[in-house]
């Protein structure tokens, strides 16, 4: 067993490299560039919502009252007239970055923090760079990836989308392991 005293060092420094890497990778490539499509009538739609107020949160529409309602001859017809839609309503206005990234990083650090739990409670001192590894890798990967597909699962999210999350996922998983296996305590 290792104390989480000898590991915040690779805790702290994954979670700088995950961050760095993914911002490379959202603000620098193309990769994610298609996650969400442009709507032709965009300024139309924006338009026809703004008298509503609709106040930020998560929605569903149509948006049943109850497993009754749900049932009902009327919420069978708006589901087949369509659209079916499930959208998340931010506040209006332009919005710095600065909240977002300090909370992806802080992320980063818990998914460090449970990596390091796990591999910590297992593995002693002095183990070799594979097993550590192995342990905060699939840590890690569970972590950044696998909540992602229950949106793909449950509300239809893109596939694509999904799977390139998860690519990015494994990547910021082999990262934190890298950086694990390579500070583990002697």
Known sequence: MTGMHALW??????AVIVFIVSSVIHMMTPW??????????????????????IPPGDYMLPRPNDMQDMRS?????????????VMTVMTPGMTGMGRSLGMWFAYS??????AAYVAGRALPVGTDYLHVF???????????SAAIWQMNIWYQRSLTTTIKSTIDGLLYAFLMAGTFGWLWPR
């Open 9 to 14: 060092q690779p805790i702290v420094l994954s």
């Open 32 to 53: 994610h560039k298609s996650d969400y499509a442009k709507l032709a009538s965009q300024d139309a739609i924006m338009d026809a919502l703004r008298p509503f107020a």
């Open 73 to 85: 001859p009327e919420f069978k017809e708006k589901v087949n007239k369509g659209p079916r839609v």
């Open 109 to 114: 650090l818990g998914i460090g923090v449970f």
């Open 134 to 144: 192995r342990f905060v890798g699939v840590t890690a990967f569970l972590g950044y």
